[in-house]
Nanobody, 126 residues
């Protein structure tokens, strides 16, 4: 098991940048994948980005590709989501999640992930 604690939500103007953090405790994130998902009111939870802890392979949703960057700090057991050129349609509750089963490929399915952070609201104003 791993506990994920998120920070970094807030109100941001369109076109600006913002960052989110997801700190893990209880165990290290070795041999797992960490994904970022988001959910807007009235919409399904959608995949945003993910990273394989060992090796650093990443993947991004088409809607954020070129604007968002996912990274990790192994010493701090923390993953980050850097969001650039934010748009109003990026407004959502953002979640980080850990996939504990060893994998070398990214999954965009939320049901493949085992432990979830508490979520944090990101609101982008126009």
């Amino acid at each position: 098991q791993v506990q994920l604690v998120q920070s970094g939500g807030g109100l941001v103007q369109a076109g600006n940048s913002h960052g989110l953090s997801c700190a893990a405790s209880g165990r290290t994130l070795s041999s797992v994948a960490v994904g970022w998902f988001r959910q807007a009111p009235g919409k399904e939870r959608e995949f945003v980005a993910a990273i394989i802890w060992n090796g650093g392979v990443t993947d991004y949703a088409d809607s954020v590709k070129g604007r968002f960057t996912v990274s990790r700090d192994t010493a701090k057991n923390t993953v980050y989501l850097q969001m650039n050129n934010l748009k109003p349609e990026d407004t959502a509750v953002y979640y980080c999640a850990a996939r504990l089963q060893f994998t070398t490929t990214i999954s965009v399915r939320s049901d493949r992930y085992d432990n979830w952070g508490q979520g944090t609201q990101v609101t982008v104003s126009s």
